[in-house]
């Protein structure tokens, strides 16, 4: 059974840095790209770029590209990261790893497994 | 990249069917036949629901329908259900590995 176990909540202050994960069970961990989506406080979802484990080249949401984020892979350890350089409190939200779906050998560009979400709180 | 348009929400009666539209500006919606739509309930990871337009991933019930007319792509959800009441988001890829989220719909089952 698919599954993606992202890391518990974290309470940060601003300027602070911050790495959370997402990790990838059972199903070969190469074979599926792996978005994050974010979610603010009373707000939709948004994605904001997605990670080939293969390769790990990233592609970014244009509207996340001007933000200090990095997306990363440890293969080996079956985790993908999402990290933060310097947090603002505007960082506060949910966040959502989740893989995409390939059927024939296309993407689909959707999300079929997703992590049960990774708590972020940035204070001022 | 804008958010696709969807009604911030939509109800229905149980057994009513209900349609949820999604709506973009050339570019996403209208170019590209990956429209994808997420259950999302508070608490919890979104499911996804449908792919490519129409598909319905396996375990997904076939009350849940997606079609696509020009620059709209529709939810539709046929006899409703309690269990139903939830979020609903539209993606629609736009180009250069980029994906745009609608921002969303609240539907309530009265």
């Known amino acids: 059974e698919v599954q993606l176990v992202q890391s518990g909540a974290e309470l940060k202050k601003a300027g602070e840095s911050l790495k959370i994960s997402c990790q990838g069970l059972?199903?070969?961990?190469?074979?599926?790209?792996i978005a994050w989506v974010r979610q603010m406080p009373g707000k939709g979802l948004e994605y904001m770029g997605v990670?080939?484990?293969?390769?790990?080249?990233?592609?970014f949401n244009p509207s996340f590209r001007g933000q200090v984020i990095t997306i990363s892979v440890d293969r080996p350890m079956r985790t993908a990261y999402l990290q933060w350089n310097s947090l603002k409190a505007s960082d506060t939200a949910m966040y959502y790893c989740?893989?995409?779906?390939?059927?024939?050998?296309?993407?689909?560009?959707?999300?079929?497994?997703w992590g049960q979400g990774t708590l972020v709180t940035v204070s001022s | 990249q804008s958010a696709l348009t969807q009604p911030p929400s939509a109800s229905g009666s149980p057994g009513q069917s209900v349609t949820i539209s999604c709506s973009g500006p050339?570019?996403?919606?209208?170019?590209?036949?990956?429209v994808s739509w997420y259950q999302h309930n508070p608490g919890k990871a979104p499911q996804l629901i449908i792919y490519?337009?129409?598909e319905r991933p396996s375990g997904v019930p076939d009350r849940f329908s997606g079609s696509k007319s020009g620059n709209t792509a529709s939810l539709t959800v046929s006899g409703l259900r309690a269990e139903d009441e939830a979020d609903y988001y539209c993606?629609?890829?736009?180009?250069?590995?980029?994906?745009?989220f609608g921002g969303g719909t609240k539907l309530t089952v009265l």
């Open positions: 989740a893989t995409v779906l390939v059927v024939s050998g296309h993407s689909t560009h959707s999300f079929n497994y």
């Open positions: 990670i080939n484990p293969v390769d790990s080249n990233t592609y």
């Open positions: 993606t629609s890829y736009a180009g250069s590995d980029n994906l745009v």
């Open positions: 490519d337009v129409t």
């Open positions: 050339s570019g996403d919606v209208g170019d590209y036949k990956y």
């Open positions: 059972g199903y070969s961990f190469t074979t599926k790209w």
